[in-house]
C-alpha cells in the first residue's frame, strides 16, 4: 500500500507568488517524521524542512513551511514567494520506525515549474 | 549543513562486470546509512540500510548477492553491485544519518551497464 502520496505530478506557479506542494501519508506508527526534499536537475537531494509526529507548532525554515494536519494525515510543504532556481523535483517522505531501527521512504514527487 | 560524498559520481561498465560504489560522510560520524535507486523520473526506492558493524538489512525485492554493502566504519559505506547487467544501470544514492532525525544525502552516482 502506498505510504507516501504525492498527488501532484506537475505544478506551475508564477515567480514571487506562493505554491503548496500536497502530501499525505499513511502509518500506524505513533511516533513518525516528515521530511520534504528538493532534488534539482543535477541529482541531489536538499533537505527542506522536518516535522515531527508530536511537534505542535508547523515546522518553518526561511521561505518553506509544512502545514501538519496530522488528523487529515498530510504535510504539504507551502513555498512562499517563488524564485526561479525554486524550480526542481520535490520529494515528500517520512520516516518509521524508532531509533533502534527506522527507515525513509519517498513519495513519487511533484516536479514544480516556477515561471518568470 | 553535514556532507556527505559519493564516488564515483558515473561510471560506465561492461556487463558482467562488478562496480564498487563509496558513500563518505564528511564532517560527522554516520550512525546510519542508506542506500536508494532511482530510475529516471522516478521516486526514490530504499534498497537497503546499514548499520556499522553489522549485516545490511535489505528492503523486500532487493538481492543481498547482487548489491553486497559493507558498512567498515562510522563515516564510509560501500555499495558493490555484483556481475552487473543493463537492467542495474540506475542512479544509485546514498544517505547518511548522525543522531536525530535529518538524513544526508550524497550528490549521487549514475551507474550505466552495456
Known amino acids: 500500500a502506498q505510504k507516501i502520496t504525492q498527488t501532484q505530478p506537475g505544478m506551475f506557479v508564477q515567480e514571487k507568488e506562493a505554491v503548496t506542494l500536497d502530501c499525505t501519508y499513511d502509518?500506524?506508527?505513533?511516533?513518525?517524521?516528515l521530511f520534504w526534499y528538493k532534488q534539482p536537475s543535477s541529482g541531489e537531494m536538499i533537505f527542506l524542512i522536518y516535522?515531527?509526529?508530536?511537534?505542535?507548532q508547523n515546522a518553518t525554515e526561511g521561505r518553506y513551511s509544512l502545514n501538519f494536519q496530522k488528523a487529515r494525515k498530510s504535510a504539504n510543504l507551502v513555498i512562499s514567494a517563488s524564485q526561479l532556481g525554486d524550480s526542481a523535483m520535490y520529494f515528500c517522505?517520512?520516516?518509521?520506525?524508532?531509533?533502534?531501527?527506522?527507515?525513509?521512504?519517498f513519495g513519487a514527487g511533484t516536479r514544480l515549474f516556477v515561471k518568470a | 549543513g553535514a556532507v556527505v560524498s559519493q564516488h564515483p559520481s558515473r561510471v560506465i561498465c561492461k556487463s558482467g562486470t562488478s562496480v564498487k560504489i563509496e558513500c563518505r560522510s564528511l564532517?560527522?560520524?554516520?550512525?546510519?546509512m542508506f542506500w536508494y535507486r532511482q530510475f529516471p523520473k522516478k521516486s526514490l526506492m530504499l534498497m537497503a540500510t546499514?548499520?556499522?558493524?553489522?549485516?545490511?538489512?535489505?528492503e523486500q525485492g532487493v538481492e543481498k548477492d547482487k548489491f553486497l554493502i559493507n558498512h567498515a566504519s562510522l563515516t564510509l559505506s560501500t555499495l558493490t553491485v555484483t556481475s552487473a547487467h543493463p537492467e542495474d544501470s540506475s542512479f544509485y544514492i546514498c544517505?547518511?544519518?548522525?543522531?536525530?532525525?535529518?538524513?544526508?544525502f550524497g550528490p549521487g552516482t549514475r551507474l550505466l551497464v552495456l
Open positions: 544517505s547518511a544519518r548522525e543522531i536525530g532525525e535529518t538524513q544526508y
Open positions: 502509518t500506524s506508527d505513533q511516533s513518525y517524521g
Open positions: 516535522q515531527g509526529s508530536y511537534d505542535e
Open positions: 517522505a517520512m520516516r518509521e520506525g524508532n531509533t533502534g531501527g527506522f527507515k525513509t521512504i
Open positions: 564532517d560527522f560520524q554516520a550512525t546510519t
Open positions: 546499514s548499520n556499522e558493524g553489522s549485516k545490511a538489512t535489505y
